[in-house]
């Protein structure tokens, strides 16, 4: 049972516009929400995350958006550049607990 | 180095053999996490060590499979008599301990492939 969903398999997107991505879940105990950046060969690399007590993080071109009445949360990166192509991952937890849930992963290609 | 470090970073393997991976976490972290990720799939958790206490063994997928970490720090995961559906990346993470958040750091994972 996929408790964090990316429904978006692939993202292809221009050099300089903004590139979103989509996160859903399911579990309403979730109260902490990553972004995790992979390139091919190496693993996850931490991006971003949010605390269920905000609805917005920004850290330079990236911003996490949370609606937890929706339990939809979504990354944008703007401008996008081409070495943001990657494969992104959603993690959820709560906090205290053992584990991250990991989402498929959305592929992004940014177009140069 | 400053980050996880995994070994072996690729492992070809016949079916029914054993294989051993390891990990060497992050140094001062005390929580170390065993993740897969097969082809096509999100990561799957495995197992979860923090310092002394019993391990989290909740996501191991069978009783071929088995987790040790010894003195706190390395960790060595096993796959026994493998099977081809045990073909996937196996990645390592740690965290320091944190009362807040769960960020984790990931290794490069073991590319496991079973033939």
């Known amino acids: 049972d996929q408790q964090v969903k990316q429904n978006s398999p692939s993202l292809s997107v221009q050099e300089g516009r903004i590139s979103i991505l989509n996160c859903d879940y399911t579990n309403s105990m979730f109260d902490y929400f990553l972004w995790y950046k992979k390139y091919p060969a190496e693993g996850p690399t931490f991006l971003i995350s949010i605390s269920s007590i905000k609805d917005k993080n920004e850290d330079g071109r990236f911003t996490v958006f949370l609606n937890k009445s929706a339990k939809h949360l979504s990354l944008h990166i703007v401008p996008s550049q081409p070495g943001d192509s990657a494969v992104y991952f959603c993690?959820?937890?709560?906090?205290?607990?053992?584990?991250?849930?990991f989402g498929t992963g959305t592929r992004l290609t940014v177009i140069p | 180095g400053a980050g996880v470090s995994q070994s072996p970073s690729n492992k070809v393997t016949e079916k029914g053999k054993d294989v051993e991976l390891r990990c060497d976490p992050i140094?001062?972290?005390?929580?170390l996490y065993w993740y897969r990720q097969s082809l096509g799939q999100g990561l799957e958790f495995l197992i979860y060590?923090?310092?002394?206490?019993?391990?989290?063994k909740s996501g191991l997928p069978s009783d071929r499979f088995s987790a040790e970490r010894t003195g706190g720090s390395v960790s060595t995961l096993t796959i026994q008599r493998t099977q081809q559906e045990d073909s996937a990346v196996y990645l390592c993470a740690s965290s320091p301990l944190s009362g807040v958040g769960n960020t984790i750091y990931f290794g490069e994972g073991s590319w496991l492939t079973v033939v």
């Open positions: 140094s001062g972290h005390t929580a």
């Open positions: 060590f923090q310092g002394n206490s019993a391990p989290d």
């Open positions: 993690a959820a937890s709560i906090t205290g607990a053992n584990n991250l849930f």
